[in-house]
């Protein structure tokens, strides 16, 4: 709370208050790096080291250099994992053009509009076991809705959707598509807020309408958003482990897997015990994590640039 | 010196145990165990163990943790590790042999002295490994086929005693449309009970022993033999449809409402037909019938069991406590229709008088030569138990990839069983 004048009292001050400008972020900065460095950063080095043992978790751990990594290019089961992961990936990319249209649809003022914004946000805020457990049901194969409906139009998918292995995949990514589109949907509803009136009018007068308007002047001052929703859909689609876990347990036979589920089936599960194959699996998922977070902190860094 | 204190430590220790066991009757401090027993039946049980034991041993603090029976089969290695109890809920045979290998589980041979060796003979060699007892059972159960009693009357039929009177059976149950078989295996582990009995009906315990401990091929003659009768069953179209993303329990209602005339399961399933609507004269059980004739016959008897931690910090009381859980007494309580509803490992103890409990005990005793085997998922090694047990349900839905099956099993055998 000292006023400005205050720099330019004698040096007569201690140490810590001639500093303080350099040394207050510092300060700041501590307890928070403590906690990255002590919960994740060590944790990153220590899951590399051990994806170089053979360890039970319990006994004593041998060294076996790659071998784990080996393994891996071997293992069908990693291969249908990570192609599962890739699925996740992609398709689940499908909720922020959702978002945007159900965004675009509610940005609107009509009586009660913020009780359908809330219904349509709904989703994002039960948890997702519940949505599991929902779709779940939804997709039954003897009394499931799902089912039904698409019987009426002479489809049947063998086994139920989660008892089918081809179709297995892209029905838990549907499930994960509902609360996700909502949350992209909210982050569109907060970024329309702040496109510019001005622009809008200005290009109405130059006769943009429709999907011209869309496109060419909304489209790009929702690009804070845009990101936004982008990184938080990638990080869901590679974190999947919920709904699998609530909703096939990776079956059948595996073939609903994803890395992070793999990994805790081998490390951590009822009958896992290979604490060194599983670090090696979350090792792999983070280089293909770190691929995502190197071009995020890129970008980030263009922005700050731009911005001074 | 270190030496001379160790001596005197020793000699301390000994005397403390004189003392302790001049007041055998009466001991004292602290007991604390860890239970995974937490369905409502068994949770009752553990409860009233500790009462009756802690009224024993009034001045014995005794602290009991309940824990979910789910979670606990995760949890258990971070707290024997780390925060380890007196005694601890595991099973028996190669579901324990991890924790054995790491010096997590004391050795309790002291216990299995004398007479409790001719006592619990039936499920000594499941808590053995090297020769030395790792731990103690309190309750066993028999597996077999329960079926609709009132089906199979409706039908003109009998328990079938062969392969063929089986599938006979079956095909009339198809030809009125009710399925065989009721079967869940979204957790995948009941289709290893199949994968038992039919291993150990077509090619007999001695050979189903010596492939979950990784002395036989996967891929062979035999094991595609076992293969060939599942596969008997799954073309005839035996099996519910959509047994993939049931569980065990979901596929009950299958059975209640007679869309299903039989269950291969645990005794455990008694309890929930009969809540279901079952009573005994719609319902009853029969051994799994002969398949390759003349091969003495092996069982399923999954074996529960209580433990001592190394890491214990109150072993005298700890061992008190397992004592008086194999006691004919205790045993014979806690197993009976009130309580836990299944057999009682000690061959002193009585059974309760239940159509389904006296049939199993008869078969377990009388009509089982092979051998008594733990369960699929605790003969073979975890591992091994998973990645099998996936390759079953994966062939009871697509019986043509077996081939693929076998060649993966046999792959992750020689690293499983490589140590």
């Known amino acids: 709370m000292t006023n400005t004048a205050s720099n330019f009292d004698p040096p007569s001050r201690g140490w810590y208050k001639r500093n303080e400008i350099a040394i207050t972020p510092i300060l700041f900065l501590i307890p928070g790096i403590f906690f990255f460095a002590v919960y994740v950063i060590y944790p990153v080095f220590q899951s590399f080291n051990i994806s170089l043992y053979k360890w039970d978790g319990l006994g004593e751990a041998e060294f076996i250099g790659l071998k784990n990594y080996q393994k891996l290019f071997e293992d069908r089961a990693f291969e249908t994992s990570l192609w599962n992961n890739l699925k996740w990936l992609v398709l689940y990319l499908l909720a922020i053009p959702m978002g945007l249209f159900i965004s675009l649809f509610l940005n609107q003022k009509v009586v009660g509009i913020r009780l359908y914004k809330s219904l349509f946000f709904f989703p994002f805020v039960i948890s997702q076991i519940v949505v599991g457990l929902v779709f779940s049901w939804f ?29 297995v995949t892209y029905g838990i990514i549907a499930a994960g598509l509902w609360p996700q589109t909502a949350y992209c949907m909210i982050l569109y509803l907060t970024g329309l807020n702040s496109v510019d009136p001005e622009q809008v009018e200005a290009a109405r007068l130059d006769g943009a309408k429709g999907w011209k308007m ?13 990101f936004i929703a ?3 859909t990638v990080v869901g689609a590679l974190r999947s482990f919920d709904l699998i876990s609530i909703m096939t347990r990776g079956g059948p036979f595996g073939q609903s897997r994803v890395l992070s589920y793999y990994m805790f ?6 009958y896992g015990f290979r604490m060194g194959y599983g670090a090696a699996i979350a090792v792999v998922l983070f280089m293909i994590m770190l691929v995502f977070i190197a071009y995020f902190l890129w970008s980030m860094y263009q922005e700050e640039k731009g911005a001074h | 010196m270190h030496s001379i204190i160790k001596t005197s430590f020793a000699a301390i220790v000994a005397a403390g145990i004189a003392v302790t066991s001049a007041n055998a009757e009466q001991l004292s401090g602290d007991l604390v165990i860890f239970s995974d027993m937490s ?8 409860e009233g163990m500790v009462e009756r034991f802690g009224a024993m041993h009034p001045d014995m603090n005794i602290e009991l943790t309940v824990i979910d029976r789910e979670a606990y089969k995760t949890q258990i290695r971070n707290f024997l590790t780390a925060d380890a109890p007196d005694v601890a809920n595991w099973y028996a045979a190669n579901r324990m042999l991890p924790y054995v290998n790491a010096g997590l589980f004391e050795d309790v041979s002291d216990i299995w002295e004398g007479q409790m060796s001719t006592e619990l003979a039936s499920t000594k060699g499941a808590l053995t490994i090297d020769g030395k007892q790792y731990g103690v059972p309190y309750t066993y159960y028999q597996w077999g086929v329960y079926y609709r009693k009132d089906l199979m009357e409706q039908f003109g039929m009998s328990e079938p005693t062969t392969w063929a009177e089986e599938k006979a059976n079956c095909q009339t149950y198809l030809d009125n449309g009710i399925k065989c078989y009721a079967i869940g295996t979204k ?5 290893g009970g199949w994968f038992d009995y039919l291993n150990m009906r077509t090619n007999g315990y001695d050979y189903h022993a010596a492939l979950t401990n990784g002395e036989a091929a996967w891929d062979s003659a035999e094991t595609r033999a076992t293969f060939a009768n599942w596969r008997e069953l799954i073309d005839m179209g035996a099996f519910i449809d959509n047994h993939q993303t049931y569980s065990w329990q979901e596929a009950l209602p299958f059975m209640t409402n007679g869309e299903a005339a039989s269950y291969l399961m645990g005794n455990f399933a008694v309890a929930a037909l009969r809540e279901g609507g079952l009573d005994d004269s719609k319902l009853d059980f029969y051994q799994f019938p002969e398949i390759t004739a003349g091969i003495a016959r092996g069982e399923d008897a999954p074996t529960d069991t209580f433990h001592i931690p190394s890491g214990a910090s ?4 700890a061992k008190a406590f397992l004592k008086f859980i194999v006691s004919a007494d205790n045993q014979t309580l806690i197993n009976n229709g009130e309580n836990l509803g299944q057999l009682p490992v000690n061959a002193l103890s009585a059974v309760d008088d239940d159509k389904f409990l006296n049939e199993g005990f008869d078969m377990l005793s009388n009509k089982a030569p092979g051998g008594i085997a733990q369960f699929f998922d605790r003969d073979a ?24 099956i076998l060649g993966r099993l046999d792959a992750a055998a020689v690293d499983i069983y490589a140590e």
């Open chain 1, 139 to 167: 997709y039954d194969p003897t009394f499931g809705i799902f089912t039904k409906l698409i019987g009426f139009v002479g489809l049947e998918i063998k086994g139920g959707v989660l008892g089918n292995p081809t179709a």
């Open chain 1, 230 to 232: 982008f990184v938080v």
């Open chain 1, 265 to 270: 089936e081998k490390a951590l599960s009822e």
């Open chain 1, 214 to 226: 869309l496109w060419y002047v909304i489209i790009p001052q929702l690009k804070p958003a845009t």
């Open chain 2, 39 to 46: 369905n409502p039946a068994p949770r009752a049980v553990m």
């Open chain 2, 381 to 404: 090694p975890a591992e091994m138990a998973a990645v099998a047990m996936e390759g079953f349900q994966e062939f009871m839905l697509f019986p043509d990839n077996l081939d693929d």
């Open chain 2, 187 to 191: 957790y995948l582990w009941t289709a």
């Open chain 2, 314 to 317: 109150n072993k005298d009381n």
